[in-house]
């Protein structure tokens, strides 16, 4: 079964900091992978997705098949970064199970 | 476009009432889902469908039911209400399929916050 696990639960950085949410896949197949972002008290909404290669509000993730892996990587993170992040896969899965969620708090 | 629209935003529920989380979206989506969010924890799916008349368990299926008579509307129904309901609940929808030019983005509603007491 389609699985992934983001191992954090909550991540805690200051500003200006290095952020980096860990998001780890375990299926075959040609994984797709998105990254989701709650802000708080908003809904879910995609924040990038692998396919497109795109940077959004500073963020990349990279899909490492070698290592199974699409972390999401910040250089340096901002106060209105925190919020809770989700990796997803293709919905092509149809059971669509998120992982367990990162908590950022960006602290100044 | 509205989007994935869920109704009420709010409500308070007695122990051992029953209630029905409306969603409705007009994206023409296939795969509709539901997901309960409890406070300070992720997502987790309690039903989902892909399609009119179909529907399947998710990970939290107990205490709820779901329909999907038509391709806009899937509604969540709580079954004698309990505490450990006390969630925030999320529809969402995508188009679903494989093809990964379409995105396959996943839309979320706004979220009901549900109390039961």
């Known amino acids: 079964a389609q699985r992934v696990t983001q191992p954090e639960k909550l991540l805690s950085v200051f500003k200006g900091a290095p952020v980096e949410l860990k998001c780890n896949y375990s299926?075959?197949?040609?994984?797709?992978l998105f990254w989701y972002v709650q802000y708080s008290r908003q809904r879910l909404q995609l924040l990038l997705r692998h396919i497109s290669r795109e940077s959004i509000k500073g963020f990349t993730a990279d899909l490492n098949k070698g290592e199974t892996s699409f972390h999401l990587k910040k250089p340096f993170a901002q106060e209105e970064d925190s919020a809770m992040y989700y990796c997803?896969?293709?919905?092509?899965?149809?059971?669509?199970?998120f992982g367990t969620g990162t908590r950022l708090l960006v602290s100044p | 476009n509205a989007g994935v629209t869920q109704t009420p935003k709010f409500r308070i529920l007695k122990i051992g009432q029953s209630m029905t989380l409306q969603c409705a979206q007009d994206m023409n989506h296939n795969y509709m889902y539901w997901y309960r969010q409890d406070p300070g924890m992720g997502l987790k799916l309690i039903y989902y469908?892909?399609?009119?008349?179909?529907?399947d368990k998710g990970e939290v299926p107990n205490g709820y039911n779901v329909s999907r008579s038509t391709t806009e509307d899937f509604p969540l129904r709580l079954e004698l209400a309990a505490p450990s309901q006390t969630s925030v609940y999320f529809c969402?929808?995508?188009?679903?399929?494989?093809?990964?030019?379409?995105?396959?983005?996943?839309?979320f509603g706004e979220g009901s916050w549900l109390t039961v007491v």
């Open positions: 969402a929808s995508s188009y679903g399929g494989t093809d990964l030019s379409s995105g396959n983005t996943i839309y």
């Open positions: 997803a896969p293709n919905t092509g899965f149809q059971k669509l199970v």
């Open positions: 469908s892909v399609g009119a008349g179909i529907t």
């Open positions: 299926y075959s197949g040609s994984p797709e």
